[in-house]
């Protein structure tokens, strides 16, 4: 059975951080390209940051985020990260990863990940 588990969020003042994390289960993790998208209220799910299959050489974000956020992947834990700095009001959102099989490097469609976790709230409060 496969399960994407993610953490670390929660209620933040505009310019604090959080660092979410995603714990894999049941896959081959290593094999696997993870992504971090996002969804606010009343909005349609967007992709936030990506990050290739085996040693996560590429990394890929969306110009929103670019310079705040950070993806990084530890393979021995099954785990991605999404480090967020300098969060902004207009990042509050549900936070989501998930994992594709099928593009090892570049994937910023939702139908091109294979299985997703269950989202972690961010509030970013003015």
């Known amino acids: 059975q496969v399960q994407l588990v993610e953490s670390g969020g929660g209620l933040v003042q505009a310019g604090g951080s959080l660092r979410l994390s995603c714990v894999a289960s049941?896959?081959?993790?290593?094999?696997?390209?993870m992504g971090w998208f996002r969804q606010a209220p009343g909005k349609e799910r967007e992709f936030v940051a990506g990050i290739s299959n085996r040693n996560g050489d590429r990394t890929y974000s969306v110009d929103s985020v670019k310079g705040r956020f950070t993806i990084s992947r530890d393979n021995a834990k099954n785990t991605v990260y999404l480090q967020m700095n300098s969060l902004k009001p207009e990042d509050t959102a549900v936070y989501y990863c998930?994992?594709?099989?099928?593009?090892?490097?570049?994937?910023?469609?939702?139908?091109?990940?294979?299985?997703w976790g269950q989202g972690t709230q961010v509030t970013v409060s003015s």
């Open positions: 998930a994992a594709s099989s099928t593009v090892p490097s570049g994937a910023t469609r939702r139908w091109q990940y294979d299985y």
């Open positions: 049941g896959i081959p993790f290593s094999l696997y390209a």
